[in-house]
């Protein structure tokens, strides 16, 4: 069983990626809108009643096991390449839903894969992983309980002998299928095995069960070489991994956030007037006039002050719409809107820098191995 995309649709996970239109890309990789499977979840994320995670493959089997209480795992793996961003958040709030709703979290510094295809040292891999991921991780919510961290250089002689083995089970020509030939090289072929190791090593330690991997559609051509592995390793019982799919947040200025473009995003380690700053100078979908947008209204889905409040600063779906309708009906301003969404990025970030200094307490708590 091999799972396929359309013939001329790739993906390079190790490059970068914007996407215009979700629903050609859900037919492009064979990609299961999230629509058809989110009644079977019993407390869904806000990510996914908003349509934030519209996709997934095989998440069915989490939804029951969630709705049963039976055993299930969460497999997180982090880049430790920058700053922790907004962008960055949206990960760690689904590895702590997860884990709120029972799952045994798994969470994989991929010190490797930055080291092979970024060129990165590894003491300053490190220490971004921790002080950049883990404290942030802690500071919002994720708890000891249920939790292994582990970087990917340090994984145990079964972890290690998995990330070789794995690579009986895959040709040359299905890595150039799926990754396209011009993408591979030898450092992101080892990158792209180990990465299947990371993902079926959890039910070495757990039995097979089912496995949910949050990611980014980037790193969709990872998932589905896990999938097609792992249905043919006949030296285990893997159950093939399911993955959700979360759309990706705009650069303040447009475009793509990029950790290589401070101007792009709001660090969880920036100070609250800078993150207020960085909300005033931040594109929206505001009219040419004053005159203009009482007439037509403001067009929320070009905003990225919108995304803040839709992603992070508003929970409560009733301010959320609120705030919507009276944008589109010209009645909200622009410049109050971001003073608003300042305020409250403002007070976030003030309240996080207190959470982050409480969180270093635990630290011992998950680098304990």
Same mark, same amino acid.
Not at 100 to 112: R, T
Not at 296 to 302: A, E, F, I, Y
Not at 305 to 331: A, P, R, W
């Given at each position: !069983?091999?799972?396929?995309?359309?013939?001329n649709?790739? +993906?390079? $996970?190790?490059?970068?990626?914007?996407?215009?239109?979700?629903?050609?890309?859900?037919?492009?990789?064979?990609?299961?809108?999230?629509?058809?499977?989110?009644?079977?979840?019993?407390?869904?994320?806000?990510?996914?009643l908003?349509?934030i995670?519209?996709?997934?493959?095989?998440?069915?089997?989490?939804?029951?096991?969630?709705?049963? %209480?039976?055993?299930?795992?969460?497999?997180?793996?982090?880049?430790?390449?920058?700053?922790? /961003?907004?962008?960055?958040?949206? +990960?760690?709030?689904?590895?702590?839903?997860?884990?709120?709703?029972?799952?045994?979290?798994?969470?994989?510094?991929?010190?490797?894969? &930055?080291?092979?295809?970024?060129?990165?040292?590894?003491k300053?891999?490190?220490?971004?992983?921790?002080?950049?991921?883990?404290?942030?991780?802690?500071?919002?919510?994720?708890?000891?309980?249920?939790? /292994?961290?582990?970087f990917?250089?340090?994984?145990?002689?079964?972890?290690? &002998?998995?990330?070789?083995m794995?690579?009986?089970? #895959?040709?040359?020509?299905?890595?150039?299928?799926?990754?396209?030939?011009?993408?591979?090289? $030898?450092?992101?072929?080892?990158?792209?095995?180990?990465?299947?190791?990371?993902?079926?090593?959890?039910? !070495?330690?757990?039995?097979?069960?089912?496995?949910? #991997?949050?990611?980014?559609t980037d790193?969709?051509? /990872?998932?589905?070489?896990?999938?097609? +592995?792992?249905?043919?390793?006949?030296?285990f019982?893997? !159950?093939?991994?399911?993955?959700?799919?979360?759309?990706?947040?705009?650069?303040?200025?447009?475009?793509?956030?990029?950790?290589?473009? $401070?101007?792009?995003?709001? &660090?969880?380690?920036?100070?609250?007037? +800078?993150?207020?700053?960085? #909300?005033?100078?931040?594109?929206?979908?505001?009219?040419?006039?004053?005159?203009?947008?009482?007439?037509?209204?403001?067009q929320?889905?070009?905003? &990225?002050?919108?995304?803040?409040?839709?992603? /992070?600063?508003?929970d409560?779906?009733?301010?959320?719409?609120? #705030?919507?309708?009276?944008?589109?009906?010209?009645?909200?301003?622009?410049?109050?809107?971001?003073?608003?969404?300042?305020? !409250?990025?403002?007070?976030?970030?003030?309240?996080?820098?207190?959470?982050?200094?409480?969180?270093?307490?635990?630290?011992?708590?998950?680098? %304990?191995?």
């Amino acid at each position: !069983m091999t799972e396929k995309a359309s013939k001329n649709a790739k +993906i390079d $996970p190790w490059g970068s990626m914007k996407i215009e239109d979700y629903s050609k890309t859900i037919k492009e990789f064979g990609i299961e809108p999230f629509s058809t499977v989110i009644k079977k979840v019993p407390e869904p994320h806000k990510y996914m009643l908003r349509n934030i995670i519209y996709g997934h493959r095989d998440f069915g089997r989490v939804a029951d096991a969630i709705a049963k %209480k039976k055993k299930f795992v969460m497999l997180t793996g982090l880049m430790p390449s920058g700053k922790f /961003h907004f962008g960055h958040k949206m +990960i760690a709030d689904q590895i702590i839903y997860y884990q709120k709703m029972g799952a045994e979290v798994y969470i994989c510094v991929a010190d490797i894969e &930055a080291y092979t295809t970024r060129g990165m040292a590894v003491k300053e891999l490190e220490k971004l992983a921790i002080e950049e991921y883990l404290l942030n991780y802690i500071a919002l919510g994720l708890k000891p309980s249920r939790c /292994h961290f582990y970087f990917q250089s340090k994984g145990n002689a079964t972890y290690n &002998a998995l990330s070789k083995m794995v690579s009986r089970n #895959v040709t040359f020509n299905e890595l150039k299928a799926i990754y396209g030939k011009e993408s591979l090289t $030898p450092g992101k072929i080892v990158s792209a095995l180990t990465q299947v190791a990371d993902i079926l090593y959890p039910q !070495m330690e757990q039995g097979s069960c089912p496995t949910v #991997v949050p990611v980014g559609t980037d790193q969709d051509p /990872h998932i589905r070489l896990t999938r097609d +592995i792992a249905s043919r390793f006949k030296d285990f019982k893997f !159950m093939p991994p399911a993955s959700t799919y979360n759309k990706f947040m705009s650069g303040l200025q447009g475009g793509k956030m990029s950790s290589s473009k $401070p101007e792009s995003y709001i &660090a969880l380690t920036d100070s609250p007037e +800078i993150g207020r700053k960085k #909300v005033m100078r931040a594109i929206t979908g505001g009219r040419d006039s004053l005159e203009e947008q009482k007439k037509k209204g403001g067009q929320p889905h070009k905003c &990225a002050v919108y995304e803040l409040y839709t992603y /992070h600063l508003m929970d409560d779906n009733k301010e959320l719409k609120s #705030v919507y309708t009276d944008c589109v009906s010209g009645k909200l301003m622009c410049g109050e809107c971001k003073k608003r969404c300042g305020d !409250m990025m403002a007070e976030f970030l003030a309240k996080h820098r207190e959470k982050r200094e409480c969180a270093r307490k635990d630290l011992g708590k998950f680098l %304990k191995d």
